[in-house]
């Protein structure tokens, strides 16, 4: 009889210890700069087999997200592609103090769909022979505003003023081109990256045209007693995860 015992204490031991993970798995939702969203969807099937927790991710322009937030949308983690949105949430109380960190820096690139669009980008955006040039809202979307920066460090952003279409997003903008509806625009070179067709035409546009797209991550305060998005955080920063965000087109930062 105690031997049976025994060995019954035993099987429960074993399928409470194979049952574990999955008992302790949680979810962390995550609101994602929609410019990390090929990325972030590559970062969550890693994370997911590696920790059994669940990645539940809502994509949309910086400052949309951000607005969201402030209205009480249920997010976890505010993965951003600027810092002023992050720091805002951190010094507004929003998010877990010190928990803000830069996982990405982000590069802007003009690219049009047809192959030899053009040979030289600063002629070609000179002489707009182009009916529409998509950019994303400088007002909402960090790449917008870097788009902005790049136009007006070569005299452009005046003149191109009535070719301009903006898109809510770096992913509006970035579809505008891809379906035709402008003939080249200015968008993230990670989603020319991701682009599963030809590559078109592209200008990795020189990062001194603009200021660094570092994109920061940070805790919100609803989250800070949620393992699951802490260990996604911490998964950021993993060699691992570094080396997918490079593989996508971004740099990273020590």
Same mark, same amino acid.
């Given at each position: 009889?105690? #031997?049976? &015992? $025994?060995?019954?204490? %035993?099987? @429960? ?9 999955a008992?302790? +798995? ?18 969550a ?43 805002r ?9 010190? #928990?803000? &960190? $830069?996982?990405?820096? %982000?590069? @802007? ?8 669009a053009?040979?030289? +980008? ?74 599963p ?19 920061? +991550? ?11 998005a ?25």
């Amino acid at each position: 009889m105690t #031997s049976g &015992f $025994t060995t019954s204490k %035993g099987w @429960l031991l074993a399928i409470l210890i194979s049952l574990s993970p999955a008992l302790m +798995a949680g979810e962390v939702s995550v609101a994602v700069a929609a410019n990390f969203t090929d990325t972030t969807r590559t970062l969550a099937s890693h994370f997911e087999q590696e920790t059994g927790h669940t990645v539940s991710a809502s994509f949309g322009s910086t400052g949309k997200l951000y607005a969201q937030i402030k209205n009480g949308a249920p997010f976890d983690v505010f993965m951003a592609a600027d810092i002023r949105r992050p720091e805002r949430i951190e010094q507004e109380g929003d998010g877990v103090a010190s #928990s803000r &960190f $830069t996982y990405a820096r %982000g590069k @802007l690139a003009l690219w049009s769909p047809k192959p030899e669009a053009f040979d030289s +980008a600063p002629h070609y955006l000179t002489e707009q022979t182009f009916a529409r040039l998509a950019i994303a809202n400088p007002k909402t979307a960090p790449y917008g505003l870097a788009a902005q920066q790049a136009l007006e460090q070569m005299n452009l952003w005046s003149s191109l003023q009535p070719k301009l279409v903006r898109g809510d997003s770096i992913a509006q903008t970035f579809q505008f081109v891809a379906s035709g509806n402008a003939q080249a625009g200015f968008v993230a070179l990670s989603q020319v990256k991701a682009w599963p067709e030809e590559k078109g035409t592209l200008w990795p546009v020189p990062q001194n045209y603009y200021q660094p797209i570092d994109q920061q +991550a940070i805790l919100l305060n609803r989250a800070s007693n949620n393992d699951a998005a802490k260990a996604w955080l911490a998964f950021l920063k993993s060699p691992a995860a570094l080396s997918i965000i490079q593989d996508y087109g971004y740099d990273t930062v020590e």
